[in-house]
């Protein structure tokens, strides 16, 4: 095992530029641009938070188009440090100047041994204090590229990967299952909500099947008759997040258990962990600052910190329901120059209130495919704290690839 640096194993080391710098702007559609919040936790960049440029642009941009299989490192700002992989699906796509990209000669080494390697808690924080001696955190391309990394023969590179990424392979898999049954509570909640074809008395849809609709001034458009509309202060509680909790831990233990979330996109807001809870029922969290009106369904006691607003309903066969209304409310600015959502915003919002039998029904469908999605996420964690742990053991040699085949095969015996 030997010692390299990134530039010695890379064909190329650079960074993006922001498009205004070439005198354009980011358009609606058109070719991926991705910024820093992009790189999560994954080991893949998440598609949701892209922008887009034009085709003009990337031309401009030349120096920075993606191609598959490109290292990211954010080195700039929150995300410092993080690492991702671009993938097929993620071309043509370009980037800023807060995202390094790192192009590996592929006969040299693994681009998932590299991912797995950078990964490493230990690695991270060495990244981070590197960036520590200026006023904002950044990493240059020199520092960038003089980045070690221990290096194995080709052969036990891909075998490391490989134990890792298909735990990685198992957790994406799982996050797949579970964006198909939000989508399917998402399908339904539009067919009963927003088309109105519910069921009737009957059991046949009811707005196609000639269902009365009537004029609701309130929301300036038709309803079913006898359909109501409240403000959400009246059919749930509104809290605004507080201050973080003096003791608390970055890392889920026996002692600190509890999760405290903030308004970040990233990990669901996943700030750190804590020993005592502040919500205990099933609620609903809005983000109060920066992507504003971004919303979780929490189905576990947390604690909630500023630019958060928890909603918890009064009932809760309510929770799915006011959780999908909730998303498709299109939120403004509160008038300061920064975005941001108050309380009594979110409280003085009127909202289609159907009949509570409709609800219970909604509520009783959903709710299995909540439980569902709450087990496949307690799932996810155990297998990323199962990767998290062999990660450091099988870079420096502590565990084989070997014992591990060893162990389980022992196992299936």
Not at 168 to 179: F, P, R, T, V, Y
Request: glycine share 6%; charged share 25%.
């Amino acid at each position: 095992m030997s010692k390299v640096s990134l530039k010695e194993v890379s064909e190329l080391i650079t960074k993006g530029t922001t498009p205004s710098s070439v005198g354009c702007e980011f358009t609606e559609n058109g070719i991926n641009f991705i910024k820093s919040e992009s790189i999560t936790d994954s080991k893949y960049l998440n598609n949701k938070l892209y922008e887009h440029i034009s085709e003009l642009t990337d031309n401009k941009l030349k120096r920075s188009k993606l191609k598959e299989g490109d290292l990211l490192f954010s080195i700039a700002g929150a995300y410092l440090g993080k690492v991702g992989i671009v993938r097929e699906g993620d071309v043509p796509a370009n980037t800023n100047q807060a995202v390094g990209i790192v192009r590996l000669n592929k006969k040299s080494v693994d681009i998932d041994y590299v991912y797995y390697y950078f990964l490493q808690k230990h690695v991270n924080r060495y990244i981070n204090k590197l960036s520590s001696q200026s006023s904002q955190p950044n990493l240059n391309l020199d520092l960038l590229g003089k980045l070690e990394l221990s290096l194995k023969n080709i052969s036990t590179q891909k075998k490391i990967a490989k134990v890792l990424s298909d735990l990685d392979a198992k957790i994406e898999l799982n996050n797949k299952i579970n964006s198909e049954l939000e989508a399917m509570a998402k399908t339904l909640y539009d067919y009963w909500f927003v088309q109105f074809d519910f069921p009737d008395g009957k059991g046949k849809p009811y707005k196609t099947f000639g269902g009365k609709m009537v004029w609701n001034e309130e929301l300036k458009r038709e309803i079913p008759e006898d359909w109501e509309v409240k403000k959400i202060n009246e059919i749930s509680t509104i809290k605004a997040g507080g201050d973080k909790p003096k003791i608390y831990s970055n890392e889920k233990s026996e002692t600190y258990a509890i999760p405290i979330y903030s308004n970040g996109i990233t990990n669901d807001g996943l700030y750190g962990y804590t020993n005592e809870a502040k919500i205990h029922t099933q609620s609903i969290t809005i983000s109060a600052r920066g992507t504003i009106g971004f919303c979780v369904l929490r189905n576990k006691p947390f604690v909630p910190i500023i630019r958060l607003i928890v909603v918890i309903p009064n009932e809760i066969y309510c929770i799915k329901y006011l959780y999908e209304t909730i998303k498709n409310i299109a939120f403004e600015k509160s008038g300061s120059v920064q975005q941001q959502l108050t309380s009594p915003q979110v409280s003085d919002i009127d909202i289609l209130y159907p009949p509570i039998d409709l609800l219970i029904k909604f509520h009783k469908i959903t709710s299995s495919y909540i439980d569902k999605i709450e087990l496949i996420k307690e799932e996810n964690q155990q297998l990323a704290s199962l990767r998290n742990w062999l990660l450091p053991m099988l870079m420096n040699g502590q565990v084989t690839v070997g014992d591990l085949q060893e162990k389980l095969g022992k196992v299936d015996e």
